[in-house]
Protein backbone atom coordinates (compact mmCIF):
# COMPACT_ATOMS: atom_id res chain seq x y z
CA UNK A 1 0.00 0.00 0.00
CA UNK A 2 2.57 2.28 1.01
CA UNK A 3 4.61 1.77 -2.38
CA UNK A 4 1.35 2.40 -4.36
CA UNK A 5 0.67 5.75 -2.30
CA UNK A 6 4.49 6.62 -3.22
CA UNK A 7 3.85 5.69 -6.82
CA UNK A 8 0.65 8.20 -7.06
CA UNK A 9 2.32 10.94 -5.43
CA UNK A 10 5.43 10.82 -7.79
CA UNK A 11 2.84 10.77 -10.88
CA UNK A 12 1.27 13.82 -9.33
CA UNK A 13 4.38 15.58 -8.54
CA UNK A 14 5.54 14.83 -12.28
CA UNK A 15 2.33 17.07 -13.46
CA UNK A 16 3.44 20.01 -11.19
CA UNK A 17 5.29 23.35 -12.71
CA UNK A 18 9.39 22.38 -12.12
CA UNK A 19 12.18 24.78 -11.69
CA UNK A 20 12.49 24.46 -15.45
CA UNK A 21 9.32 25.99 -16.48
CA UNK A 22 10.71 29.13 -14.16
CA UNK A 23 14.40 29.34 -15.89
CA UNK A 24 12.23 29.54 -19.34
CA UNK A 25 9.86 32.07 -18.39
CA UNK A 26 13.23 34.29 -16.85
CA UNK A 27 14.78 33.41 -20.87
CA UNK A 28 13.39 36.38 -23.24
CA UNK A 29 10.53 38.08 -20.72
CA UNK A 30 10.28 40.87 -23.25
CA UNK A 31 9.41 38.74 -26.43
CA UNK A 32 7.24 37.07 -24.47
CA UNK A 33 5.37 40.12 -22.99
CA UNK A 34 5.06 41.72 -26.50
CA UNK A 35 3.54 37.94 -27.56
CA UNK A 36 0.93 38.30 -25.02
CA UNK A 37 0.01 41.22 -25.70
CA UNK A 38 -0.80 40.54 -29.57
CA UNK A 39 -2.11 37.06 -28.23
CA UNK A 40 -4.94 39.20 -26.30
CA UNK A 41 -5.97 41.37 -28.53
CA UNK A 42 -6.65 38.64 -31.23
CA UNK A 43 -8.62 36.72 -28.30
CA UNK A 44 -10.61 39.36 -27.32
CA UNK A 45 -13.34 39.19 -30.21
CA UNK A 46 -12.69 35.51 -30.33
CA UNK A 47 -13.48 35.38 -26.38
CA UNK A 48 -16.66 37.78 -26.92
CA UNK A 49 -18.03 35.77 -29.46
CA UNK A 50 -17.65 32.42 -28.46
CA UNK A 51 -19.01 33.40 -25.14
CA UNK A 52 -22.54 34.72 -26.86
CA UNK A 53 -22.55 31.90 -29.30
CA UNK A 54 -22.44 29.19 -26.04
CA UNK A 55 -25.77 31.08 -24.89
CA UNK A 56 -24.19 32.15 -21.58
CA UNK A 57 -23.11 35.83 -22.54
CA UNK A 58 -19.97 37.88 -23.76
CA UNK A 59 -19.28 37.72 -19.91
CA UNK A 60 -18.70 33.69 -20.00
CA UNK A 61 -16.58 34.21 -22.53
CA UNK A 62 -14.00 37.26 -20.79
CA UNK A 63 -14.46 35.32 -17.64
CA UNK A 64 -12.80 31.41 -19.43
CA UNK A 65 -10.24 33.12 -21.10
CA UNK A 66 -9.03 34.72 -18.21
CA UNK A 67 -9.65 32.18 -15.83
CA UNK A 68 -9.00 29.07 -17.60
CA UNK A 69 -6.12 30.87 -19.59
CA UNK A 70 -4.70 31.46 -16.77
CA UNK A 71 -4.43 28.53 -15.09
CA UNK A 72 -3.43 26.19 -18.01
CA UNK A 73 -0.90 28.68 -18.82
CA UNK A 74 0.87 27.83 -15.08
CA UNK A 75 0.07 24.05 -14.96
CA UNK A 76 -0.04 22.83 -18.57
CA UNK A 77 2.10 20.76 -20.29
CA UNK A 78 2.89 22.93 -23.35
CA UNK A 79 5.29 26.30 -23.44
CA UNK A 80 3.21 27.96 -26.08
CA UNK A 81 -0.41 27.03 -25.49
CA UNK A 82 -3.12 29.23 -24.99
CA UNK A 83 -6.23 28.16 -23.81
CA UNK A 84 -9.90 29.89 -23.49
CA UNK A 85 -13.17 29.38 -25.30
CA UNK A 86 -13.52 27.71 -28.89
CA UNK A 87 -15.60 27.55 -31.74
CA UNK A 88 -15.56 23.52 -31.22
CA UNK A 89 -16.02 23.80 -27.69
CA UNK A 90 -19.04 25.81 -28.64
CA UNK A 91 -20.95 23.44 -31.16
CA UNK A 92 -21.16 20.80 -27.77
CA UNK A 93 -22.03 23.30 -25.50
CA UNK A 94 -25.24 25.09 -27.26
CA UNK A 95 -27.80 21.64 -26.90
CA UNK A 96 -26.54 21.67 -23.05
CA UNK A 97 -27.29 24.84 -22.71
CA UNK A 98 -30.95 24.13 -24.35
CA UNK A 99 -31.27 21.09 -22.21
CA UNK A 100 -29.93 22.00 -18.76
CA UNK A 101 -29.78 25.79 -18.65
CA UNK A 102 -26.80 28.12 -17.33
CA UNK A 103 -26.32 26.47 -14.18
CA UNK A 104 -26.19 22.85 -16.04
CA UNK A 105 -22.66 23.96 -18.36
CA UNK A 106 -21.24 25.36 -15.56
CA UNK A 107 -21.36 22.12 -13.90
CA UNK A 108 -20.84 20.26 -16.41
CA UNK A 109 -17.15 22.04 -17.02
CA UNK A 110 -16.74 21.08 -13.42
CA UNK A 111 -17.41 17.56 -13.95
CA UNK A 112 -15.06 17.39 -16.92
CA UNK A 113 -11.89 19.33 -15.48
CA UNK A 114 -12.17 16.31 -12.50
CA UNK A 115 -12.28 13.47 -15.60
CA UNK A 116 -9.53 15.58 -17.06
CA UNK A 117 -7.29 15.65 -14.09
CA UNK A 118 -8.20 11.65 -13.72
CA UNK A 119 -6.75 11.07 -17.17
CA UNK A 120 -3.55 13.10 -16.27
CA UNK A 121 -2.76 11.01 -13.18
CA UNK A 122 -3.34 7.81 -15.15
CA UNK A 123 -1.07 8.85 -17.81
CA UNK A 124 -3.86 8.93 -21.12
CA UNK A 125 -1.94 11.48 -22.91
CA UNK A 126 0.20 9.38 -25.05
CA UNK A 127 -3.24 7.96 -26.77
CA UNK A 128 -3.80 11.28 -28.32
CA UNK A 129 -1.33 9.99 -31.18
CA UNK A 130 -3.56 7.03 -31.97
CA UNK A 131 -6.21 9.60 -33.61
CA UNK A 132 -6.14 9.28 -37.30
CA UNK A 133 -5.05 12.67 -39.10
CA UNK A 134 -8.35 12.02 -41.28
CA UNK A 135 -10.78 12.09 -38.28
CA UNK A 136 -9.10 15.21 -37.15
CA UNK A 137 -9.45 17.02 -40.72
CA UNK A 138 -12.90 15.73 -40.76
CA UNK A 139 -14.57 17.12 -37.16
CA UNK A 140 -12.24 20.59 -37.83
CA UNK A 141 -14.09 20.85 -41.49
CA UNK A 142 -17.41 20.00 -39.68
CA UNK A 143 -16.91 22.57 -37.05
CA UNK A 144 -16.39 25.49 -38.94
CA UNK A 145 -19.21 24.34 -40.72
CA UNK A 146 -21.23 24.60 -37.34
CA UNK A 147 -19.57 27.83 -36.14
CA UNK A 148 -20.16 29.63 -39.70
CA UNK A 149 -23.89 28.63 -39.40
CA UNK A 150 -24.69 29.46 -35.82
CA UNK A 151 -23.52 32.91 -37.06
CA UNK A 152 -26.49 33.62 -39.31
CA UNK A 153 -28.90 34.71 -36.74
CA UNK A 154 -26.52 37.36 -35.62
CA UNK A 155 -25.08 38.31 -38.96
CA UNK A 156 -28.73 38.80 -40.39
CA UNK A 157 -29.87 41.18 -37.28
CA UNK A 158 -32.75 38.28 -36.25
CA UNK A 159 -33.25 36.78 -32.81
CA UNK A 160 -31.95 33.49 -32.27
CA UNK A 161 -34.71 31.14 -33.11
CA UNK A 162 -35.59 27.79 -31.44
CA UNK A 163 -33.71 24.55 -31.19
CA UNK A 164 -30.65 23.03 -31.28
CA UNK A 165 -29.75 21.42 -34.23
CA UNK A 166 -27.66 24.14 -35.77
CA UNK A 167 -29.12 23.37 -40.03
CA UNK A 168 -32.84 24.12 -38.79
CA UNK A 169 -31.54 26.94 -36.75
CA UNK A 170 -29.76 28.51 -39.73
CA UNK A 171 -32.73 27.59 -42.05
CA UNK A 172 -35.25 29.35 -39.94
CA UNK A 173 -33.04 32.39 -39.72
CA UNK A 174 -32.22 32.95 -43.48
CA UNK A 175 -36.25 32.68 -43.70
CA UNK A 176 -37.09 35.31 -40.83
CA UNK A 177 -34.35 37.47 -42.65
CA UNK A 178 -35.85 37.39 -45.79
CA UNK A 179 -39.24 38.47 -44.34
CA UNK A 180 -37.88 41.35 -42.62
CA UNK A 181 -33.98 42.47 -44.07
CA UNK A 182 -31.69 43.97 -41.81
CA UNK A 183 -29.41 45.33 -43.78
CA UNK A 184 -27.10 47.29 -41.64
CA UNK A 185 -26.37 43.92 -39.54
CA UNK A 186 -25.71 41.76 -42.62
CA UNK A 187 -23.24 44.61 -43.53
CA UNK A 188 -21.40 44.72 -40.86
CA UNK A 189 -20.80 40.80 -40.74
CA UNK A 190 -19.83 41.11 -44.38
CA UNK A 191 -17.45 44.28 -43.81
CA UNK A 192 -15.55 42.76 -41.07
CA UNK A 193 -14.98 39.14 -42.55
CA UNK A 194 -13.31 40.48 -45.48
CA UNK A 195 -11.49 42.66 -43.86
CA UNK A 196 -10.02 39.94 -41.66
CA UNK A 197 -9.56 37.75 -44.48
CA UNK A 198 -8.01 39.85 -46.86
CA UNK A 199 -5.76 41.17 -44.37
CA UNK A 200 -4.42 37.63 -43.40
CA UNK A 201 -3.14 37.55 -46.46
CA UNK A 202 -1.69 40.55 -46.82
CA UNK A 203 -0.29 41.70 -43.79
CA UNK A 204 0.05 38.03 -41.73
CA UNK A 205 1.22 39.90 -38.21
CA UNK A 206 -1.94 42.66 -37.83
CA UNK A 207 -4.37 41.36 -35.98
CA UNK A 208 -7.20 43.34 -38.23
CA UNK A 209 -9.73 41.11 -36.20
CA UNK A 210 -9.88 44.05 -33.76
CA UNK A 211 -8.88 46.87 -36.14
CA UNK A 212 -12.35 45.48 -37.76
CA UNK A 213 -14.28 45.01 -34.81
CA UNK A 214 -13.01 48.33 -33.45
CA UNK A 215 -14.17 50.37 -36.58
CA UNK A 216 -17.68 48.79 -36.71
CA UNK A 217 -18.16 49.85 -33.46
CA UNK A 218 -17.28 53.27 -34.00
CA UNK A 219 -19.56 53.37 -37.19
CA UNK A 220 -22.47 51.92 -34.89
CA UNK A 221 -21.43 54.62 -32.47
CA UNK A 222 -21.60 57.86 -34.67
CA UNK A 223 -23.84 57.08 -37.33
CA UNK A 224 -26.44 55.71 -34.46
CA UNK A 225 -27.39 52.45 -36.05
CA UNK A 226 -30.26 51.12 -33.91
CA UNK A 227 -30.56 47.71 -36.21
CA UNK A 228 -26.53 47.06 -34.91
CA UNK A 229 -27.43 45.61 -31.74
CA UNK A 230 -24.46 45.75 -29.23
CA UNK A 231 -23.57 43.11 -26.78
CA UNK A 232 -25.13 44.64 -24.12
CA UNK A 233 -24.09 45.68 -20.44
CA UNK A 234 -20.95 43.64 -19.30
CA UNK A 235 -19.94 43.72 -15.48
CA UNK A 236 -16.92 45.37 -14.57
CA UNK A 237 -14.76 42.40 -13.27
CA UNK A 238 -15.25 39.06 -12.31
CA UNK A 239 -17.51 37.48 -10.04
CA UNK A 240 -16.70 36.33 -6.78
CA UNK A 241 -16.08 32.51 -7.06
CA UNK A 242 -19.15 30.52 -6.18
CA UNK A 243 -20.45 26.55 -6.25
CA UNK A 244 -24.40 28.24 -6.19
CA UNK A 245 -24.47 26.48 -9.74
CA UNK A 246 -23.84 23.20 -8.44
CA UNK A 247 -26.88 20.80 -8.27
CA UNK A 248 -25.82 17.30 -6.72
CA UNK A 249 -28.97 15.83 -7.41
CA UNK A 250 -28.89 16.46 -11.13
CA UNK A 251 -24.85 14.74 -11.51
CA UNK A 252 -26.16 11.32 -12.92
CA UNK A 253 -28.04 13.14 -15.43
CA UNK A 254 -24.82 15.37 -16.54
CA UNK A 255 -22.49 12.51 -16.69
CA UNK A 256 -22.69 11.96 -20.34
CA UNK A 257 -22.57 15.42 -21.11
CA UNK A 258 -19.65 15.84 -19.16
CA UNK A 259 -18.03 12.71 -20.81
CA UNK A 260 -18.76 14.25 -24.23
CA UNK A 261 -16.78 17.59 -22.92
CA UNK A 262 -13.64 16.37 -21.25
CA UNK A 263 -13.33 13.90 -24.61
CA UNK A 264 -13.44 17.27 -26.72
CA UNK A 265 -10.98 19.13 -24.43
CA UNK A 266 -8.44 16.64 -24.31
CA UNK A 267 -8.93 15.95 -28.14
CA UNK A 268 -8.54 19.57 -28.89
CA UNK A 269 -6.10 20.59 -26.45
CA UNK A 270 -3.37 18.09 -27.40
CA UNK A 271 -4.18 18.76 -31.06
CA UNK A 272 -3.27 22.28 -30.25
CA UNK A 273 -0.39 21.78 -28.22
CA UNK A 274 0.93 19.40 -31.04
CA UNK A 275 0.79 21.93 -33.71
CA UNK A 276 2.55 24.84 -31.45
CA UNK A 277 5.45 21.47 -31.71
CA UNK A 278 5.30 21.15 -35.07
CA UNK A 279 5.40 25.38 -35.98
CA UNK A 280 8.92 25.43 -33.27
CA UNK A 281 12.56 23.74 -32.87
CA UNK A 282 12.73 22.14 -29.65
CA UNK A 283 9.71 22.83 -28.17
CA UNK A 284 7.98 19.65 -26.94
CA UNK A 285 4.59 19.04 -24.82
CA UNK A 286 4.10 16.42 -21.88
CA UNK A 287 0.95 15.41 -22.71
CA UNK A 288 -0.14 14.16 -18.90
CA UNK A 289 0.80 17.28 -17.94
CA UNK A 290 -1.41 19.60 -20.81
CA UNK A 291 -4.36 17.01 -19.59
CA UNK A 292 -3.85 18.32 -16.08
CA UNK A 293 -3.44 21.86 -16.89
CA UNK A 294 -6.71 21.46 -18.80
CA UNK A 295 -8.26 19.92 -16.11
CA UNK A 296 -7.81 22.40 -13.24
CA UNK A 297 -8.80 25.17 -15.70
CA UNK A 298 -12.14 23.37 -16.67
CA UNK A 299 -12.36 23.19 -12.41
CA UNK A 300 -11.53 26.90 -12.26
CA UNK A 301 -13.69 28.81 -14.87
CA UNK A 302 -16.83 27.62 -13.92
CA UNK A 303 -16.93 28.66 -10.58
CA UNK A 304 -15.90 32.72 -12.17
CA UNK A 305 -19.19 31.80 -14.39
CA UNK A 306 -16.63 30.30 -17.52
CA UNK A 307 -17.68 27.84 -19.97
CA UNK A 308 -15.25 24.70 -20.70
CA UNK A 309 -12.11 25.67 -22.33
CA UNK A 310 -9.46 23.90 -24.32
CA UNK A 311 -6.06 24.65 -25.85
CA UNK A 312 -7.07 27.28 -28.77
CA UNK A 313 -6.05 26.28 -32.21
CA UNK A 314 -5.62 29.61 -33.63
CA UNK A 315 -4.56 31.53 -30.27
CA UNK A 316 -1.61 29.03 -30.15
CA UNK A 317 -0.66 30.04 -33.66
CA UNK A 318 -0.56 33.72 -33.09
CA UNK A 319 1.15 33.31 -30.00
CA UNK A 320 3.98 31.29 -31.72
CA UNK A 321 4.39 33.21 -34.95
CA UNK A 322 4.91 36.13 -32.56
CA UNK A 323 7.89 34.66 -30.94
CA UNK A 324 6.72 33.09 -27.75
CA UNK A 325 9.14 31.34 -25.72
CA UNK A 326 7.20 30.50 -22.45
CA UNK A 327 4.21 30.69 -20.56
CA UNK A 328 4.97 33.74 -19.57
CA UNK A 329 3.26 34.67 -22.82
CA UNK A 330 0.52 33.23 -22.88
CA UNK A 331 -0.01 34.90 -19.00
CA UNK A 332 0.19 37.99 -20.36
CA UNK A 333 -2.47 37.27 -22.51
CA UNK A 334 -4.72 36.62 -19.55
CA UNK A 335 -3.72 39.33 -17.71
CA UNK A 336 -4.26 41.87 -20.73
CA UNK A 337 -7.83 40.23 -20.96
CA UNK A 338 -8.38 41.03 -17.42
CA UNK A 339 -7.31 44.70 -16.93
CA UNK A 340 -10.07 44.85 -20.33
CA UNK A 341 -12.88 43.34 -18.46
CA UNK A 342 -12.30 45.64 -15.32
CA UNK A 343 -11.33 49.05 -16.66
CA UNK A 344 -13.05 48.89 -20.71
CA UNK A 345 -16.40 46.77 -19.83
CA UNK A 346 -18.28 50.23 -20.96
CA UNK A 347 -17.19 49.99 -24.19
CA UNK A 348 -16.47 46.53 -24.74
CA UNK A 349 -20.84 46.31 -24.60
CA UNK A 350 -21.11 48.74 -27.06
CA UNK A 351 -19.54 46.43 -29.80
CA UNK A 352 -22.08 45.22 -32.34
CA UNK A 353 -23.35 41.55 -32.01
CA UNK A 354 -22.96 41.46 -35.86
CA UNK A 355 -19.23 42.21 -36.20
CA UNK A 356 -18.79 39.39 -33.36
CA UNK A 357 -20.66 37.05 -35.67
CA UNK A 358 -18.38 38.53 -38.83
CA UNK A 359 -14.86 37.48 -36.59
CA UNK A 360 -16.43 33.90 -36.31
CA UNK A 361 -17.54 33.55 -39.83
CA UNK A 362 -14.00 34.40 -40.69
CA UNK A 363 -12.21 32.27 -38.20
CA UNK A 364 -14.83 29.46 -39.40
CA UNK A 365 -13.38 30.01 -43.26
CA UNK A 366 -9.71 30.47 -41.70
CA UNK A 367 -10.10 27.30 -40.12
CA UNK A 368 -10.44 25.04 -43.25
CA UNK A 369 -7.20 24.13 -45.08
CA UNK A 370 -8.16 23.09 -48.22
CA UNK A 371 -4.59 21.85 -49.50
CA UNK A 372 -5.15 19.60 -46.18
CA UNK A 373 -8.17 18.39 -47.19
CA UNK A 374 -7.20 17.95 -50.75
CA UNK A 375 -4.49 15.87 -49.78
CA UNK A 376 -6.29 13.67 -47.60
CA UNK A 377 -9.43 13.19 -49.94
CA UNK A 378 -6.32 11.91 -52.68
CA UNK A 379 -4.22 9.91 -50.52
CA UNK A 380 -6.77 6.88 -50.54
CA UNK A 381 -10.52 5.95 -50.57
CA UNK A 382 -10.38 5.19 -46.77
CA UNK A 383 -8.91 8.41 -45.90
CA UNK A 384 -11.53 10.54 -47.97
CA UNK A 385 -14.36 7.99 -46.48
CA UNK A 386 -13.47 8.70 -43.19
CA UNK A 387 -12.74 12.61 -43.14
CA UNK A 388 -16.55 13.18 -45.26
CA UNK A 389 -18.54 10.66 -42.50
CA UNK A 390 -16.60 12.78 -39.66
CA UNK A 391 -17.49 16.11 -41.27
CA UNK A 392 -21.33 15.49 -42.34
CA UNK A 393 -21.32 13.60 -38.54
CA UNK A 394 -20.23 16.71 -37.04
CA UNK A 395 -22.65 18.95 -38.52
CA UNK A 396 -25.92 16.23 -38.58
CA UNK A 397 -25.09 14.99 -35.16
CA UNK A 398 -22.45 16.27 -32.87
CA UNK A 399 -19.00 16.57 -32.11
CA UNK A 400 -18.30 13.30 -30.02
CA UNK A 401 -20.47 11.26 -31.80
CA UNK A 402 -18.69 12.39 -34.99
CA UNK A 403 -15.22 11.33 -33.29
CA UNK A 404 -16.59 8.43 -32.41
CA UNK A 405 -17.52 7.82 -35.71
CA UNK A 406 -14.65 8.38 -37.19
CA UNK A 407 -12.56 6.03 -35.02
CA UNK A 408 -15.12 3.12 -35.86
CA UNK A 409 -14.86 3.33 -39.42
CA UNK A 410 -10.95 4.53 -39.23
CA UNK A 411 -10.51 1.19 -36.78
CA UNK A 412 -12.49 -0.88 -39.31
CA UNK A 413 -10.61 0.14 -42.35
CA UNK A 414 -7.74 -0.43 -40.68
CA UNK A 415 -8.27 -3.88 -39.31
CA UNK A 416 -9.25 -4.55 -43.14
CA UNK A 417 -6.22 -3.21 -44.54
CA UNK A 418 -3.93 -5.60 -41.76
CA UNK A 419 -6.42 -8.45 -42.52
CA UNK A 420 -5.13 -8.31 -46.03
CA UNK A 421 -1.84 -8.66 -45.42
CA UNK A 422 -2.24 -12.19 -43.71
CA UNK A 423 -0.82 -14.38 -46.34
CA UNK A 424 -0.82 -18.15 -46.48
CA UNK A 425 1.67 -19.11 -49.46
CA UNK A 426 3.00 -22.75 -50.57
CA UNK A 427 6.71 -22.58 -50.36
CA UNK A 428 9.20 -25.32 -51.33
CA UNK A 429 10.54 -27.75 -49.20
CA UNK A 430 14.51 -28.23 -48.79
CA UNK A 431 14.67 -31.61 -50.01
CA UNK A 432 18.93 -32.02 -49.07
CA UNK A 433 20.54 -34.99 -50.43
CA UNK A 434 17.64 -37.33 -51.81
CA UNK A 435 16.57 -39.92 -53.91
CA UNK A 436 14.77 -38.80 -57.16
CA UNK A 437 11.92 -41.28 -55.86
CA UNK A 438 12.24 -39.34 -52.60
CA UNK A 439 11.49 -36.06 -53.95
CA UNK A 440 8.41 -37.32 -55.76
CA UNK A 441 6.93 -38.81 -53.20
CA UNK A 442 7.44 -35.55 -51.10
CA UNK A 443 5.93 -33.72 -53.46
CA UNK A 444 2.80 -35.99 -53.44
CA UNK A 445 2.30 -36.09 -49.99
CA UNK A 446 3.96 -33.28 -47.61
CA UNK A 447 3.14 -29.32 -48.31
CA UNK A 448 4.48 -27.04 -46.91
CA UNK A 449 2.59 -23.20 -46.11
CA UNK A 450 3.77 -20.13 -44.96
CA UNK A 451 2.21 -17.77 -42.80
CA UNK A 452 2.95 -14.05 -43.21
CA UNK A 453 1.18 -11.30 -40.85
CA UNK A 454 -0.91 -11.11 -38.09
CA UNK A 455 -3.27 -14.04 -37.76
CA UNK A 456 -6.12 -12.56 -35.80
CA UNK A 457 -9.94 -12.40 -35.72
CA UNK A 458 -10.06 -9.87 -38.73
CA UNK A 459 -7.97 -12.40 -40.78
CA UNK A 460 -8.49 -15.71 -39.20
CA UNK A 461 -11.41 -17.02 -41.12
CA UNK A 462 -9.94 -16.41 -44.04
CA UNK A 463 -6.65 -18.96 -43.10
CA UNK A 464 -8.91 -21.19 -41.97
CA UNK A 465 -11.14 -21.46 -45.54
CA UNK A 466 -7.92 -21.65 -47.55
CA UNK A 467 -6.23 -24.11 -45.24
CA UNK A 468 -9.45 -25.97 -45.64
CA UNK A 469 -8.95 -26.74 -49.33
CA UNK A 470 -5.82 -28.71 -48.80
CA UNK A 471 -6.16 -32.07 -50.70
CA UNK A 472 -4.61 -34.87 -51.77
CA UNK A 473 -1.95 -34.51 -49.29
CA UNK A 474 -0.89 -36.62 -46.27
CA UNK A 475 1.38 -33.89 -43.91
CA UNK A 476 1.28 -30.20 -43.66
CA UNK A 477 3.79 -28.17 -42.57
CA UNK A 478 2.99 -25.16 -40.96
CA UNK A 479 6.08 -22.61 -40.82
CA UNK A 480 4.64 -19.96 -38.21
CA UNK A 481 8.08 -17.55 -37.87
CA UNK A 482 6.64 -14.97 -39.77
CA UNK A 483 3.34 -14.70 -37.88
CA UNK A 484 3.63 -11.13 -36.19
CA UNK A 485 0.67 -11.52 -33.76
CA UNK A 486 -2.10 -14.54 -32.63
CA UNK A 487 -4.76 -13.49 -30.62
CA UNK A 488 -7.23 -16.19 -28.76
CA UNK A 489 -9.69 -16.26 -32.39
CA UNK A 490 -6.36 -16.93 -34.08
CA UNK A 491 -5.43 -19.64 -31.96
CA UNK A 492 -8.78 -20.97 -31.88
CA UNK A 493 -9.00 -20.89 -35.74
CA UNK A 494 -5.85 -22.92 -35.93
CA UNK A 495 -6.82 -25.55 -33.30
CA UNK A 496 -10.09 -26.34 -35.49
CA UNK A 497 -7.72 -26.55 -39.17
CA UNK A 498 -5.55 -28.65 -37.09
CA UNK A 499 -8.64 -31.40 -35.99
CA UNK A 500 -10.39 -30.79 -39.66
CA UNK A 501 -7.20 -31.66 -41.20
CA UNK A 502 -6.55 -34.75 -38.78
CA UNK A 503 -10.02 -35.97 -39.20
CA UNK A 504 -9.54 -36.19 -43.08
CA UNK A 505 -5.78 -37.92 -42.17
CA UNK A 506 -3.88 -34.97 -43.12
CA UNK A 507 -1.51 -34.80 -40.14
CA UNK A 508 -0.73 -31.07 -39.09
CA UNK A 509 3.00 -30.10 -38.08
CA UNK A 510 4.33 -26.79 -36.55
CA UNK A 511 7.49 -24.71 -36.86
CA UNK A 512 9.03 -21.58 -35.39
CA UNK A 513 6.34 -20.40 -33.22
CA UNK A 514 7.49 -17.74 -31.43
CA UNK A 515 7.59 -17.47 -27.43
CA UNK A 516 5.51 -14.45 -27.54
CA UNK A 517 2.78 -16.28 -28.82
CA UNK A 518 3.01 -20.03 -27.11
CA UNK A 519 0.79 -18.61 -24.39
CA UNK A 520 -2.09 -17.59 -26.32
CA UNK A 521 -2.08 -20.77 -28.49
CA UNK A 522 -1.48 -22.96 -25.15
CA UNK A 523 -4.52 -21.14 -23.73
CA UNK A 524 -7.19 -22.68 -26.34
CA UNK A 525 -5.48 -25.72 -26.34
CA UNK A 526 -4.11 -25.79 -29.63
CA UNK A 527 -0.41 -26.06 -28.69
CA UNK A 528 -1.43 -29.00 -26.51
CA UNK A 529 -3.13 -30.59 -29.64
CA UNK A 530 0.21 -30.58 -31.42
CA UNK A 531 2.36 -31.48 -28.12
CA UNK A 532 -0.05 -35.05 -27.65
CA UNK A 533 0.76 -35.86 -31.16
CA UNK A 534 4.32 -34.73 -31.63
CA UNK A 535 4.24 -32.28 -34.00
CA UNK A 536 5.64 -29.19 -33.18
CA UNK A 537 9.03 -28.25 -33.85
CA UNK A 538 11.50 -25.44 -33.21
CA UNK A 539 12.93 -25.26 -37.11
CA UNK A 540 11.46 -26.28 -40.33
CA UNK A 541 14.20 -28.83 -40.84
CA UNK A 542 13.34 -31.01 -37.87
CA UNK A 543 9.49 -30.27 -38.95
CA UNK A 544 10.48 -31.83 -42.73
CA UNK A 545 12.38 -34.95 -40.29
CA UNK A 546 9.32 -35.24 -38.57
CA UNK A 547 7.04 -35.51 -41.30
CA UNK A 548 8.91 -38.05 -43.34
CA UNK A 549 8.93 -40.32 -40.10
CA UNK A 550 5.63 -39.88 -39.97
CA UNK A 551 4.81 -41.09 -43.78
CA UNK A 552 7.32 -43.52 -43.13
CA UNK A 553 5.58 -45.43 -39.81
CA UNK A 554 1.94 -44.79 -42.11
CA UNK A 555 3.41 -46.97 -44.75
CA UNK A 556 3.28 -44.04 -47.23
CA UNK A 557 7.02 -43.22 -47.83
CA UNK A 558 8.73 -46.64 -48.33
CA UNK A 559 12.83 -46.77 -47.53
CA UNK A 560 14.79 -47.05 -50.06
CA UNK A 561 16.26 -50.55 -50.01
CA UNK A 562 19.56 -51.72 -48.91
CA UNK A 563 21.64 -54.02 -51.33
CA UNK A 564 24.43 -56.16 -49.64
CA UNK A 565 27.19 -57.62 -51.91
CA UNK A 566 27.28 -61.55 -51.69
CA UNK A 567 31.46 -62.78 -51.32
CA UNK A 568 31.13 -65.63 -53.88
Known amino acids: MRFSLGRAGTRFAALLPGRTDLAEVRRD???????????????????????????????????????????????????????????????????????????????????????????AVLRAGKYMQYVP????????????????????????????????????????????????PNWTAAGFALAVAAVMLVGARLRPTVPFSIVAVIAATVVAQVAGLDAARPIGDLPSGLPAPSLAFLDPGALGSMLAPAVAVAALAALESLLSASVADGMTVGQRHDPDRELFGQGLANIAAPLFGGVPATGAIARTAVNVRTGAGSRLASLTHAAVLAVIVFAA???????????????????????????????????????????????????????????????????????????????????????????????ALLAEHIVAYRIDGPLFFAAAHRFLLELAEVADVRVVILRMSRVTTVDATGALVLKDAVEKLDRRGIAVMTSGIRPGQRQVLESVGALELLRLEGREYATTPEAIEGARTYLKCAGVLVPPPVHTRVEA
Not at 48 to 68: D, M
Not at 351 to 365: D, K, Q, S
Not at 416 to 435: C, E, N, T
Request: charged residues 15%; proline residues 5%.
Open 29 to 119: PRRDLLAGLTVAIVALPLALGFGVSSGLGAESGLATAVIAGAVAAVFGGSNLQVSGPTGAMTVVLVPIVAEYGPGGVLTVGLMAGVMLVAL
Open 345 to 439: APLVSRIPLAALAGVLLATAVRMVEVGSIKAMARATRSDALILVLTAVATLALDLVYAVIIGLVVAGALALRAVAKQARLDQVPLDRGDHSAEEH
Open 133 to 180: APVVEGFTLGIACVIGLQQIPNALGVPNPEGDRVLLVAWRAVREAAEN
